[in-house]
């Protein structure tokens, strides 16, 4: 489960701001997030429907969001966004990992950064029945790649930290590019391919020469949901070459709830059992 807290906007331009949360505490983008809040405002009226493309503006902790949702006769097919600007600090980075020997990793910022694995290195493949041991290589691989690596935006100070790990399999699809496992937070495995983990991935595919602006791709997830993810532009990060990439998917309305905090309620600050 992750949380949107909906604020106040930091400029006229956006609709609205917004601030993430998930079990460990608050983070500063996510990718699925703006997919379904994009979706939601539209097709709850919040921000009335414009034909076919609907733009909608937020104000994340990591920059401007400008997402785009997309509809047909009047029903919302999905969403996408322009990230902001994603680079690669690191590529083949080796550390030594105590419980897993020597591994590389190419470490990426596309909203947060991640330490991005694949999964030929540890023997693991990126299936749900692979869970408990993709969340414990991943955070033994935050852990030592946190102590060992600083992390370095040139615009942003308060993004240095690493955000998670995210190992990189093959997809089950023929069609599709790759499949992503994303681990972060205190071991919470994101069950979509992660859209700042999309927007890194872009990043680093492109400083290999592996895809070109404009190339459409498709990413799935753990639990064969897709993210498609484009670039649209290169940009100067700093000293880093980057992109700006491009990130679709959708999001599903599954109800409306209310929480109560009652202050007897010794477990009213949440619980988590692993």
């Given at each position: ?162 955000y998670g790990t995210i190992f990189v399999g093959k997809s089950d699809s023929s069609d599709h ?98």
């Open positions: 489960m992750y949380g949107a807290i909906i604020v106040e906007p930091n400029s006229p331009e956006a609709d609205f701001g917004v601030i993430f949360m998930h079990n460990e505490g608050y983070s500063t983008g996510c990718g699925h997030a703006v997919i379904a809040l994009a979706k939601v405002f539209v097709e709850t009226g919040l921000i009335p429907m414009n034909g076919p493309i609907t733009p909608v503006v937020m104000d994340v902790p990591s920059g401007r969001i400008h997402a785009e949702v997309l509809s047909e006769k009047g029903k919302v097919t999905g969403a996408r966004f322009r990230n902001i600007p994603s680079f690669v600090q690191h590529l083949d980075n080796k550390v030594d990992v105590p419980e897993l020997g020597p591994v590389k990793v190419d470490i990426a910022f596309g909203g947060a950064f991640y330490a991005y694995v694949d999964t030929e290195q540890i023997k693991v493949d990126c299936s749900p029945e692979n869970v408990s041991n993709l969340i414990e290589a991943g955070m033994a691989i935050k852990k030592v790649v946190s102590q060992s690596v600083e992390m370095d935006h040139p615009a942003e100070p308060e993004m240095n930290y690493l590019h790759s499949r992503h496992v994303c681990i972060f937070a205190d071991g919470q495995v994101d069950r979509c391919p992660t859209g700042t983990g999309v927007s890194g991935r872009l990043a680093i595919l492109h400083a290999k020469d592996e895809i070109k602006k404009g190339q459409m791709i498709t990413i799935d997830s753990i639990l064969g949901t897709t993210f498609t993810g484009q670039i649209i532009n290169e940009v100067k990060v700093g000293k880093y070459d980057g992109v700006i990439p491009e990130v679709g998917g959708n999001a599903y309305i599954t109800g409306r709830q209310t929480f109560f905090v009652d202050p007897d309620d010794p477990l009213k600050d949440g619980f988590i059992l692993r």
